[in-house]
């Protein structure tokens, strides 16, 4: 009888849980996929490292990889990169349709030049892209990218900012790869989408 009242008691918890839950689960996924909804990009036009124009349409392929970073980076943006390297490789013949575009949050002194010398550190080929602060800034912000300097007291300035690599098929947003993802599930993410 204990049992029978025990297994009655867990079951109506358990549905009054889900009755109240339910809502704020649906909540959950419809902001989710208006957040993603928001990463859209805009229309642009800057210059790549080659002094070649870069827009919008550049995006546009099987697959591209779009990484916000800055060459001062201490830390994230050489590893993410490392790791995007490697993780290119791993695609061996397949990386031909991945196109990967590094997009300078630090336009000030990421001249084409300190950005085509950067990325020559890196085995694949990654533009390079920089320009007008305003235009940079209306770019990364159209991805959902923040970023923020942090002025040293010797004058100098750090960049904190947010470091997803954004991955699109056909322009279109379909899914990032956070910089704590490792190479293997890097590897797996783009296999998704090839």
Known sequence: MKLKTSISIIGGCL?????????IFLSMQDK????????????????????NTITQESFNGPLTAIF????????VCPMTLNKMDIVLDKLKNKKRNIKFFFISVDPERDTPK???NYLSNFDNNFVGITGEPEKIFLLYQSWGVMSKKIF???????????????????????TMISHRDDIKNSVKILKKYL
Not at 152 to 174: A, C, F, Q, R, T
Request: glycine fraction near 6%; include cysteine.
């Open 15 to 23: 549905v009054i849980f889900l009755f109240i839950m339910l809502p």
């Open 32 to 51: 989710k996929d208006e957040s993603i909804a928001s990463f859209k990009g805009s229309d642009f036009s800057l210059k790549d490292m080659n002094n």
């Open 68 to 75: 916000f970073g800055f060459t001062n980076c201490p830390d």
């Open 114 to 116: 300190v950005v085509k």
């Open 152 to 174: 040293l007291e010797n004058g100098e300035y750090n960049i904190d900012h947010s470091s997803p690599v954004i991955i699109l098929k056909d322009g279109k947003y379909v």
